[in-house]
Nanobody, 121 residues
Framework: QVQLVESGGGLVQPGGSLRLSCVASGRIFRLNDMGWYRQAPGNQRELVAG???????NLADSVKGRFTISRDNAKNTVYLQMNSLKPEDTAVYYC???????????????WGKGTLVTVSS
């Protein structure tokens, strides 16, 4: 069993910053790609930022220059630093990870339950 637990969401004013964290725990042999997705009401879930185990980063065009993603492999943790927040960033943010559970296992995708980010004055 694997759990991904997000934290750090909340209410912020436009132009403000938040730092989201996601900690993976449970049956983990190795974490491969990790990422942050978001979903606003009426919209599909979209990729915000992804990061490989080696640290290669992919950012959505809408957040380039404002957000950055990082990870700490020793802590099984991925972060999303969000700066210059805009109202259109309001969404539930979900952590995702590809997890290899044992020496004999292939990778499997897991999701956190999400954390709400609201950007409003």
């Amino acid at each position: 069993q694997v759990q991904l637990v997000e934290s750090g969401g909340g209410l912020v004013q436009p132009g403000g910053s938040l730092r989201l964290s996601c900690v993976a725990s449970g049956r983990i042999f190795r974490l491969n790609d990790m990422g942050w997705y978001r979903q606003a009401p009426g919209n599909q879930r979209e990729l915000v930022a992804g990061i490989t185990r080696d640290g290669w980063i992919n950012l959505a065009d809408s957040v380039k220059g404002r957000f950055t993603i990082s990870r700490d492999n020793a802590k099984n943790t991925v972060y999303l630093q969000m700066n210059s927040l805009k109202p259109e960033d309001t969404a539930v943010y979900y952590c995702n990870a590809e997890v290899v559970g044992s020496y004999y296992s292939g990778g499997m995708s897991y999701w956190g339950k999400g954390t709400l980010v609201t950007v409003s004055s």
